[in-house]
């Protein structure tokens, strides 16, 4: 065939947002009703098209993320997840995805707008369960996104991100459990930490725990990139 003969295919673009925090000790992620068709009233990921050939892809999450959930560029760190573009996953046509992730702590309540009726933050375990009907192709951009998160976890020192200034071994192993969803062994979790350098540092006096005895206070130390990783149990790197 030649050039001259052939015509582009219609192709749309668009972006979705997978947002986590943790909230009431659990891995939470933005949620939105949509407000319009297709998959009215469902929940899903916030998103939508670019705007024109001239918008970035970053530029249009940004504003995708300010206008269905009140939340601004600065206050979350996109990450380029993956794209997605299986034939079907959109019935409007074809339509190939940019997803973009971000992991943060104390991210307020989000505020629906343009076409989300509504915005949530739910646990991630609700949001991927069976009675759980999500748009699109969303339930695997979540999957994919709740390992991406897991991952993150074992390679920066991003946990420490959601703790306080200071904090104790135990507040620090609770984030990972959570984010892991596993149950970690105290001892084991201690000298793993202590085995990667500058993840964190001592810091002040100690705090009495709820058993009455004292814990060491730390604070997060200069390294963001770990190495050696946090593994999870059970993997081998």
Same mark, same amino acid.
């Given at each position: 065939?030649?050039?001259?003969?052939?015509?582009?295919?219609?192709?749309?673009?668009?972006?979705?947002?997978?947002?986590?925090?943790?909230?009431?000790?659990?891995?939470?992620?933005?949620?939105?009703?949509?407000?319009? $068709?297709?998959?009215?009233? #469902?929940? /899903?990921?916030? &998103?939508?098209?670019?705007?024109? *050939? @001239?918008?970035?892809?970053?530029?249009?999450?940004?504003?995708?993320?300010?206008?269905?959930?009140?939340?601004?560029?600065?206050?979350?760190?996109?990450?380029?997840?993956?794209?997605?573009?299986?034939?079907?996953?959109?019935?409007?046509?074809?339509?190939?995805?940019?997803?973009?992730?971000?992991?943060?702590?104390?991210?307020?309540?989000?505020?629906?707008?343009?076409?989300?009726?509504?915005?949530?933050?739910?646990?991630?375990?609700?949001?991927?369960?069976?009675?759980?009907?999500?748009?699109?192709?969303?339930?695997?951009?979540?999957?994919?996104?709740?390992?991406?998160?897991?991952?993150?976890? $074992?390679?920066?020192?991003? #946990?420490? /991100?959601?703790? &306080?200034?200071?904090?104790?071994? *135990? @507040?620090?192993?609770?984030?990972?459990?959570?984010?892991?969803?596993?149950?970690?062994?105290?001892?084991?979790?201690?000298?793993?930490?202590?085995?990667?350098?500058?993840?964190?540092?001592?810091?002040?006096?100690?705090?009495?725990?709820?058993?009455?005895?004292?814990?060491?206070?730390?604070?997060?130390?200069?390294?963001?990139?770990?190495?050696?990783?946090?593994?999870?149990?059970?993997?081998?790197?």
């Amino acid at each position: 065939m030649g050039t001259d003969s052939w015509i582009p295919p219609k192709v749309l673009v668009a972006v979705d947002l997978l947002i986590f925090t943790l909230r009431a000790s659990q891995l939470q992620v933005l949620l939105v009703e949509r407000g319009v $068709e297709p998959f009215r009233g #469902a929940l /899903a990921l916030p &998103g939508g098209f670019l705007n024109s *050939s @001239e918008e970035d892809l970053i530029d249009a999450a940004q504003r995708e993320l300010a206008e269905e959930t009140g939340l601004s560029w600065d206050q979350v760190r996109l990450d380029q997840l993956g794209v997605y573009g299986a034939p079907g996953r959109d019935p409007r046509g074809r339509v190939i995805s940019v997803a973009y992730l971000a992991i943060m702590p104390r991210l307020p309540e989000p505020v629906a707008g343009t076409d989300a009726a509504d915005a949530w933050w739910i646990p991630t375990h609700r949001a991927l369960a069976p009675e759980t009907s999500l748009a699109f192709d969303h339930r695997q951009i979540l999957i994919d996104g709740v390992e991406r998160a897991r991952s993150q976890l $074992e390679h920066s020192a991003l #946990a420490t /991100a959601f703790c &306080g200034p200071m904090f104790t071994i *135990s @507040e620090l192993r609770e984030v990972y459990e959570v984010v892991w969803d596993i149950r970690l062994d105290p001892r084991n979790f201690y000298r793993k930490v202590q085995s990667v350098p500058g993840f964190i540092e001592p810091a002040g006096p100690s705090r009495k725990t709820d058993k009455g005895r004292p814990a060491r206070l730390f604070r997060p130390g200069p390294r963001q990139a770990l190495d050696p990783p946090m593994t999870r149990p059970g993997e081998r790197r």
